[in-house]
């Protein structure tokens, strides 16, 4: 069959079709592929990138942030079968305080094509999903673009997981997208720094008030104003024309396990003005800024913290680093209130007990814990719960939205966004639609939450 897009454009639909279709292969698109396959479904996972993992792989955002109450990890499933198999390949590591996720972007990308192999699921990678083609509220075929040109990939239920909800968005959901004011927080592009003598820079910065247990897991940060120990050799820096001051908004390293003798750097900050991932010129100039942001830093190091002076660019992340742009309507919006007042809901999928964290374009980071308060969120074993809602768009039959575009407010957002909620997140979008496509023709809202919560905990989850 032979349809076109506006006036000129043909597509092709393909004979074969799916159960289930998942738009991007990130963190929350590829554990709910897996979810899905392992459902008995049949699985499609189309992604823009030659590898899944998205943010946690091609930007290289590491470590797992941890998500932990009552010092028990919330997360569980899907989540610690892939930090037990980082593990096993020697790419994750747990360190002397019991924190277990410390991993390796690049083994990600080989445990995720294991599970997905695994559970019989299919890829397309270098595959960029373009539109959604519907009838009345119900998605028939996404369009995507690859060498093949312009294909119509038919299934069942569908799952948005490309960060931005472009599918939703291309199927008139209603969105909303940054701050009170349209920012969104502040993008980053992250790289690794290699040749790097880690004891060394243990030695000065445990000499330095940056205390390190262990020169296989340093962490260490600068942001103006914070009192970090390192704020001295900044503002050196900076007088000396080697950092520009922005480059002191946040700083902030880490070690990898798996790659001894390299760090990787949670930073640059992308310039203020440059804070839409959604918009492509702004991504675009995202990257040069980035580029130019590591330049600077990468002279710094070198400079000014011993251990660093051979140290090379290792890696700079492929995709640039983008905490929020939009996020759906759902059939619930989280609000910051339900994180203070630790709410539970009857369609729970997911417990957090991450705090706000933005990274606000506006100056400074804003982080929950930080505000004083008698709220139920502050006790040492609270946490909230995710409503099953929060991925159920407005005005579409059959998709769900799993990860940062989940319906949420701004300042929610920043706290459920952290990699272990997203597969968390994915973990429940993948079964509920292998179960929407085989029972209700895709209706993901037909779906017995109940069921899919027992599911989840036959599957190790905590719901
Ligand atoms: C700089 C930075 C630091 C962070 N720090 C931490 C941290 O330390 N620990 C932590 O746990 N979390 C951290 N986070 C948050 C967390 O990493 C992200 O919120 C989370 O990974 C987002 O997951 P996602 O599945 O929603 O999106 P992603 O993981 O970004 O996945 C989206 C996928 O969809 C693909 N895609 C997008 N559009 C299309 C399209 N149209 N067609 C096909 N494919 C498409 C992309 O290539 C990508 O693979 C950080 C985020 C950033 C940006």
Redesign the pocket.
Known sequence: MNLTVGAALPYRTLERDWDVLV???????AVAAVAAARSGARVLV????GS?????T??W?????RNVSGGVNLNRGLTEEIKARLRARGDGATDTGGNDNWFNPEGLKFVLDDLLLEAGAEVLYH????APLLDGERITALV?HNKGGLQALRARAFID????A?VAAGAGVPMHAGDEDGLHQA??L?FTLAGVDTARLREFLNACGQWQDSADFLHFWMVWGRKSSLEPLFRQAVEAGTLLERDGDYFQAFSMPGRPGELSF?CPRIRADLNDGADPWQLSGAQLDGRQAITRLTAFCRAHLPGCENAFVGVVAP?V???ETRRIEGEYTLRVEDILDSRKFPDSICRNHYPVDIHSVKGGAKLLHERDGEAAYFAADAWHEIPYRCLVPRGVSNLLV????ASSTFEAQSSI????N?HTM?EAAGIAAAWAARDHAGAVRAVDVSALQAEMRARGGLV
């Open positions: 738009a991007g292969g990130g963190t929350a698109g189309v992604e823009a990138q899944l993992g998205g943010t946690g091609n930007a955002v590491t470590p797992l942030m595959t960029h999903v373009a995507v997981a490309t960060g931005d472009d993008m980053s992250r949670n995709m680093g983008i905490r799993p990860g940062r575009a966004r952290v990699q272990q997203c994915g």
